[in-house]
């Protein structure tokens, strides 16, 4: 079936540093969006990504979708302890439902 | 901002019990779905629903789990007896419309403890 890896599981940095998140899909996506799930939260929507070799910015994070589709990261420039919390891509694989398969998440630790 | 409302946020249930999750979708969107997630894990797809039937569904929900939008407004997940392994995290999302361009809106969970 349709599944959504992310690595790594767990990244641990310290304020200032660069962080990158990157997502596989074992199919190629029509479009994959990103979430941000702060510890005891829900998830909250950031962007989604629809053309092939697309790069998005928000700010100090940077979103790239795959020449393939297949594949996806985000990059965190400059870490501040707010951006703590698990980072999940998800997959939309096309058709009209809309159903999003979300990857198994990154959690980000921020140390100040 | 526009929120998606989830009640209870946290429900104990004895195993075997019929548990009824709800959720108020936002207004003007038109696609509904259920999510869970265990306890530190991924967030798993449920249902789906759009025009007051079920578009799709995954394995997990199986004939103990049904779906109603009994009003105009709300959104429910019934559980019909439940067991252990269904104490999670249950999201409620919508959104604005199905395709390539609409972000879901997640609500803040209700998590189902079954003892």
């Known amino acids: 079936g349709q599944q959504v890896m992310q690595i790594p599981q767990y990244q641990h940095v310290q304020e200032g540093e660069d962080f990158t998140t990157y997502c596989n899909s074992s199919?190629?996506?029509?479009?994959i969006q990103w979430y941000k799930q702060r510890p005891g939260g829900h998830p909250v929507f950031l962007i989604q990504?629809?053309?092939?070799?697309e790069v998005k910015k928000q700010k100090r994070l940077t979103f790239q979708f795959g020449e393939a589709k297949k594949n996806s990261s985000l990059h965190i420039t400059a870490t501040q302890t707010t951006d703590v919390g698990t980072y999940f891509c998800?997959?939309?694989?096309?058709?009209?439902?809309?159903?999003?398969?979300f990857g198994t998440g990154t959690l980000l630790a921020v140390q100040p | 901002e526009p929120e998606v409302t989830q009640t209870p946020s946290h429900q104990v249930t004895q195993m075997g019990q019929e548990v009824i999750l709800r959720c108020v979708p936002i207004?003007?969107?038109?696609?509904f779905y259920w999510y869970r997630q265990i306890l530190g894990q991924k967030v798993e797809f449920l249902v789906s629903?759009?025009?007051?039937?079920?578009?799709?569904k995954s394995e997990i929900f199986d004939d103990q789990f049904s779906v109603e939008r009994p009003d105009g407004s709300n959104f429910t997940l019934k559980i019909r007896s439940t067991k252990l392994e269904d104490s999670a995290m249950y999201f409620c999302?919508?959104?604005?419309?199905?395709?390539?361009?609409?972000?879901?809106?997640f609500g803040s969970g209700t998590r189902l403890t079954v003892v």
């Open positions: 998800a997959g939309n694989y096309g058709g009209a439902t809309n159903k999003l398969i």
């Open positions: 207004s003007n969107h038109l696609y």
């Open positions: 199919t190629t996506l029509s479009n």
């Open positions: 999302a919508s959104s604005e419309q199905a395709g390539a361009n609409y972000g879901y809106t």
């Open positions: 629903f759009y025009n007051n039937e079920i578009s799709e």
């Open positions: 990504l629809v053309k092939s070799g």
